[in-house]
């Protein structure tokens, strides 16, 4: 009983972190980007209406305000449940509602995808400005955060190893974490060397976002491997009871280290938005810079 009560508190933060705290700052951060950088003023940000950007916000409040009545509707369900039975709760349970957390956001990912396609093919640009220094692993991540994320993967095949010994359930374990990190790894390489997906977007602006997705993926990788390491230890120390509380702190900073980390640390203030101004009106704004920066000298 104590046990499911550490439970609802850490659910109640999976509920509200993940269906509260994260919408609504990302709501707010589109907000003011509308408010600050208006379609008046810097066309090129804006491939549709300003309208249709306003009900795609709505749409995904909207989403996340119902995954908040279902996940407060859960929490109910799981106290009546666990007050009528002495069954061990199930660590399916948060992860299947943080599932459900996450589908507004890849929904609203897709949309970006979309906008960004729109900007591409609106782009009447045809001058590229080529990179003369060629982009390496290390200029976005620090060779000993490297070194550490695959110091944990070690440690994760040696936990599965003393859990399942040399069979089949530990080789099937251990392909797991090679195919996930396989799969982070083809993300990052997509983000360091692949088509820019903003087309106006400063070269400065991407490799700061390319930093930020590069160390979130080893993020990512980090709590992977820690999460599978436990989870082999409860089975080892029979400390099934924590399992269920385990997965949604697991899923709790799945979602800090891949969306939290980036509205943290990709500030609004620091983006050049003057890219997305007309090509007269930056001309002219760079013009009145040169001549202030001239008047400033003398």
């Not at 306003?54 to 996340?64: E, I, S, V």
């Not at 692993?137 to 040696?158: G, P, T, Y």
């Not at 609004?268 to 930056?282: G, M, Q």
């Amino acid at each position: 009983m104590i046990d499911n009560i550490i439970f609802y508190f850490i659910f109640l933060n999976q509920i509200l972190f993940v269906s509260w705290y994260v919408p609504t700052t990302i709501i707010k951060r589109m907000q003011t980007v509308m408010e600050v950088y208006p379609p008046s003023d810097f066309p090129k940000l804006y491939s549709k209406s300003i309208e249709n950007y306003k009900n795609t916000q709505k749409k995904y409040g909207t989403l996340n305000n119902v995954l908040l009545i279902i996940g407060f509707s859960m929490m109910s369900a799981i106290m009546m449940w666990d007050y009528l039975t002495t069954y061990q709760l199930s660590p399916m349970i948060p992860w299947a509602y943080f599932m459900l957390q996450m589908s507004p956001l890849m929904w609203l990912e897709l949309t970006e995808f979309k906008t960004f396609k729109a900007m591409r093919v609106a782009n009447t640009d045809t001058t590229k400005k080529a990179i003369i220094k060629p982009r390496k692993l290390f200029d976005f991540i620090s060779a000993k955060l490297l070194f550490f994320a695959i110091i944990m993967v070690l440690v994760a095949f040696a936990v599965v190893l003393v859990r399942h010994g040399f069979n089949s359930k530990a080789f099937v374990n251990i392909a797991i974490i090679i195919a996930s990190n396989l799969f982070f790894s083809g993300i990052a390489y997509w983000n360091i060397y692949g088509k820019k997906m903003d087309p106006y977007q400063a070269n400065e602006d991407r490799l700061k976002q390319i930093k930020v997705s590069v160390k979130s993926l080893v993020y990512i990788s980090i709590g992977v491997s820690v999460f599978l390491s436990v989870h082999m230890l409860v089975k080892i120390f029979k400390l099934d009871y924590l399992q269920t509380s385990i997965m949604s702190i697991y899923c709790q900073l799945l979602v800090w280290a891949s969306v939290s980390t980036k509205l943290k640390h990709v500030k609004l203030e620091n983006i050049d938005f003057s890219v997305y101004k007309n090509n007269e009106t930056r001309e002219n704004n760079l013009d009145n810079n040169e001549a202030d920066h001239e008047k400033q000298q003398s």
